[in-house]
């Protein structure tokens, strides 16, 4: 079981940035897969960002590709989501997730495909 810890949240203005962290620990950092989702008030929970165990692979939605970038440092256990020209959109709790199985869009973009999750990290954007 993966323990993941999100931080890094906040409340910033539209047009403005944040950089999310999360610290996974309980396995091997550099053998998972890492997930970024978020979850807005009275939405379901929706993929946001994904990078495969060597980094190699990233891969974003849609309404964040070009504004929003997952990488991860595996010395420290660690995977970030930067945030710029953020929208009141964007506003939601974002969690992230891992795992070690094959790394399909099909399977991973899918939230129910996670069996537990963190505590999330709260983002507001202010227009």
């Known amino acids: 079981q993966v323990q993941l810890v999100e931080s890094g949240g906040g409340l910033v203005q539209a047009g403005g940035s944040l950089r999310l962290s999360c610290v996974a620990s309980g396995r091997t950092f550099s053998s998972l897969h890492m997930y970024w989702f978020r979850q807005a008030p009275g939405k379901e929970r929706e993929f946001v960002a994904a990078?495969?165990?060597?980094?190699?692979?990233?891969d974003y939605s849609d309404s964040v590709k070009g504004r929003f970038t997952i990488s991860r440092d595996n010395a420290k256990n660690t995977v970030y989501l930067q945030m710029n020209s953020l929208k009141s959109e964007d506003t939601a709790v974002y969690y992230c997730n891992a795992d070690s199985r094959p790394f399909y869009r099909s399977r991973y973009s899918n939230p129910t495909y996670f069996e537990s999750w963190g505590q999330g990290t709260q983002v507001t954007v202010s227009s």
């Open positions: 990078i495969s165990w060597s980094a190699t692979i990233t």
